[in-house]
């Protein structure tokens, strides 16, 4: 009678040969097999949080962080800061195309840095797409999102605070044909850089991945440099899309939740 077939599921890290998954030492060169029985994935994610952290890596993570919050954030800031000091025209045909490039640009710079460590896509959060499961939790993300901006009304309509006009980013007439694609590329720049990139390397730095999460959201609310009762709002936007991106570390949904609310609830 054959033997029943057994589920080979341990590599063995010194000779490479497979293992039955309860095996506390290999067949073949009886070297000691790894006890955690997680996914690759998530093995190396905690992995990455339990190992003592490389100083150079430490260095090298930490000026490549101020730069990209140098070219990236600070640049936001202060052209959110003009916009509210000086009232801006809404932007022409040729300013919006302008923008575009200029995004596209941060998300390459981006691409390069995540290149760096080699799996660029996992660092962004822009691995391969699965449509449907995309489809479902972006819906589940933009009811959420909702949620989170009306809770945020009415807490600053409860503590009494500044409901004045907001002088944002506004395109011409003539446009406003470029609006859905000027909203999911903003959109897309925004998830990459403040959900999942930020988030990363901050908690490379600092090893602790909740207080990485608020930091990146403070950073994204501080960003859109709105009125206080608006920038409560984009702090529960940013803290809702943390905590949706922690959980399932893919910003395509985020995007899509993203870009239908830019679209038909900020425009609108």
């Not at 479902?136 to 500044?162: K, N, P």
């Not at 506004?170 to 959109?187: C, K, T, Y």
């Not at 991106?245 to 900020?266: E, G, I, Y």
């Amino acid at each position: 009678m054959p033997d029943e077939a057994r589920e080979f599921a341990l590599l063995c890290p010194r000779c490479g040969e497979e293992n039955p998954p309860e095996f506390p030492v290999c067949w073949s060169c009886h070297a000691a097999l790894p006890a955690d029985r997680r996914p690759k994935k998530e093995q190396a994610a905690v992995q990455e949080l339990e190992e003592p952290p490389d100083p150079l890596r430490r260095k090298r993570i930490a000026l490549e962080l101020g730069v990209a919050i140098l070219v990236i954030w600070v640049p936001g800031l202060v052209g959110g800061i003009w916009r509210a000091v000086e009232p801006q025209p809404p932007q022409g045909t040729v300013a919006t195309l302008w923008g575009l490039l200029h995004v596209a640009g941060i998300l390459a710079l981006l691409a390069y840095f995540a290149w760096l460590d080699g799996d660029w896509r996992q660092l962004l959060g822009l691995e391969r797409p699965r449509i449907w499961k995309e489809l479902a939790w972006g819906a589940a993300a933009f009811v959420a999102v909702l949620v989170a901006h009306h809770l945020a009304s009415r807490i600053t309509l409860v503590l009494g605070l500044d409901q004045g006009p907001v002088q944002g980013y506004r395109l011409a007439p003539e446009a406003r044909w470029l609006a859905p694609f000027d909203f999911a590329l903003h959109a897309l720049n925004e998830e990459v850089f403040f959900r999942a990139y930020l988030w990363r390397r901050f908690t490379e730095l600092t090893r602790r991945p909740t207080l990485s999460l608020v930091i990146a959201s403070a950073l994204f609310s501080a960003a859109h440099v709105y009125p206080i009762s608006y920038s409560i709002s984009v702090l529960f936007f940013g803290l809702t899309f943390a905590a949706f991106f922690r959980t399932r570390p893919s910003v395509w949904p985020l995007v899509l939740a993203h870009w239908a609310f830019n679209l038909f609830v900020a425009a609108g």
